[in-house]
């Protein structure tokens, strides 16, 4: 059989990060002549691409390779891991899964091509990768652009620094390219990923930052919507906030990752913010962007987090009704400083207090919800559900966010075009609106 003829299957776990390093290579394996199977049951090669960001991430990648193999035999021949997991213990990892053709670490993605022919004892004609180029996995009219890799906080809980490598931005001309060639596509949205967007370009020494890039990126004609995510406090500037303010291109919207408010827990956490500092950068941002929406993440249960700590953070949420919060329980994870910290929180200590600031954060989003009603706004659409159609506003991230439903019936509506609708009703976490 002619090695061309192989299909190939992808699995992707992970952030949107990840998503991007597979996008990558999966433009080079199409660009190389082999087939892409959207059913990875029906694939003579499947490519893993693992997330290794804390445990139960790891347990699930494993599971899917452990899965992958159980495939073994029939159609599916050959099995490669991508991604974080490679990282961390690549040794152990070929020892305890056997039935894995080739572990490929991240530096090595753009030899995807060349590891897939030596899987066959062949030898590709020429590399297939650009790092211009991409096989969007999202619908097409929005994408995610990767702006840097690595990272340089060593927060005292994350392995990503030791996974990723120290912070490294991507060039400027780089990224305008791949923002092109998105946009030539059919991305009318891109959404800014790193490990910390507003680091972006510190590392380049000839002055640029978040801003240029912003205002580069804003004169792409025929892209409508510029979308930050990962936005570390400490970092986000005066420049950055009148950028958001002014710049019509760019979403009323931040993903601010504060992880917690109380001074001691973030000083353990090697945060370098405290309480005061947060509540006066929320509050700039609203006297700045008074519609602004605000997305964060917060830890429970970080070792020596006490009751006074966790009342200090629930308060927060109550009193700042931030519109999106993702809630996680701390990760004791081995190779990290926090790992020997002493007071861990007991399980049960940690998912107490996770369903009690879920509730808390539940009833916020419900004063939110109603005081959206009868309220107009811009959408696009970004698919269909039975009867419904569901879209986004600038103020909704894809994924992660709540939605807005629009009745089918009576409208025909085109998926990746945008629309003005009116706020008619709350449907729990999510909205509903009609057509004007």
């Known amino acids: 059989m002619d090695i061309l003829k192989k299909k190939i299957g992808f699995i992707s776990l992970g952030c949107d990060k990840n998503r991007v390093d597979l996008e990558k290579m999966m433009y080079a394996v199409r660009s190389a002549g082999f087939l892409i199977e959207p059913d990875a049951t029906e694939a003579n090669i499947i490519i893993v691409n693992t997330c290794s960001f804390i445990r139960p991430a790891r347990e699930e990648s494993i599971s899917a390779i452990i899965e992958c193999g159980e495939l073994k035999g029939d159609k599916l021949e050959k099995i490669i891991v991508t991604g974080c997991i490679n990282e961390m213990q690549y040794t152990d990892l070929a020892e305890s899964l056997p039935e894995v053709d080739a572990f490929v670490h991240i530096k090595d993605n753009e030899r995807i091509v060349d590891v897939i022919f030596g899987l066959y004892n062949k030898k590709a004609s020429d590399c297939c990768y650009s790092n211009h180029n991409r096989l969007i996995t999202t619908p097409r009219h929005y994408a995610y652009l990767k702006i840097s ?12 620094p030791y996974i990723r490598g120290r912070y490294k931005s991507e060039s400027l001309s ?24 507003t680091k972006y370009g510190t590392d380049l020494n000839d002055g640029t930052n978040i801003v240029t890039l912003i205002r580069r990126l804003s004169k792409i004609t025929n892209l409508k919507w510029i979308r930050l995510l990962y936005c570390y406090p400490e970092s986000i500037t005066e420049e950055l906030i009148a950028e958001i303010r002014d710049n019509p291109k760019v979403c009323k919207y931040i993903d601010i990752p504060l992880q917690h408010v109380d001074s001691y827990i973030l000083k353990q956490m090697n945060r370098r913010n405290n309480y005061d500092k947060i509540v006066n950068l929320i509050k700039k941002l609203r006297l700045n962007i008074p519609d602004i929406a605000i997305r964060t993440t917060f830890i429970l249960g970080f070792p020596g987090e006490r009751k006074e700590h966790f009342d200090k953070l629930m308060n927060f949420v109550i009193e700042q009704k931030l519109n999106y919060v993702g809630f996680f329980t701390y990760s004791r994870e081995e190779g990290t400083r926090s790992y020997d910290f002493i007071d861990q929180v007991p399980t049960a200590t940690k998912n107490r207090r996770l369903k009690a600031i879920s509730e808390a954060q539940y009833g916020v989003v419900k004063t939110l919800n109603n005081a959206m ?58 909205l509903q609106g009609e057509i004007l």
């Open 149 to 160: 890799d690595g990272c340089n906080n060593f927060c005292s809980y994350c392995k990503i």
């Open 174 to 197: 780089d990224l305008m390219i791949e923002a092109q060639n998105l946009v030539d596509n059919g991305a009318t949205e891109i959404i800014l990923v790193a490990q910390d967007v």
């Open 373 to 430: 009603l009868a309220k107009t706004m811009e959408v696009v659409i970004d698919g269909i559900e039975d009867d419904m159609y569901v879209a986004r506003s600038q103020y909704h991230n894809p994924e992660s966010d709540s939605v807005i439903y629009i009745c089918a019936k009576g409208n025909n509506l085109n998926i990746g075009q945008y629309y003005t609708i009116r706020i008619t009703n709350v449907l729990d976490y999510d």
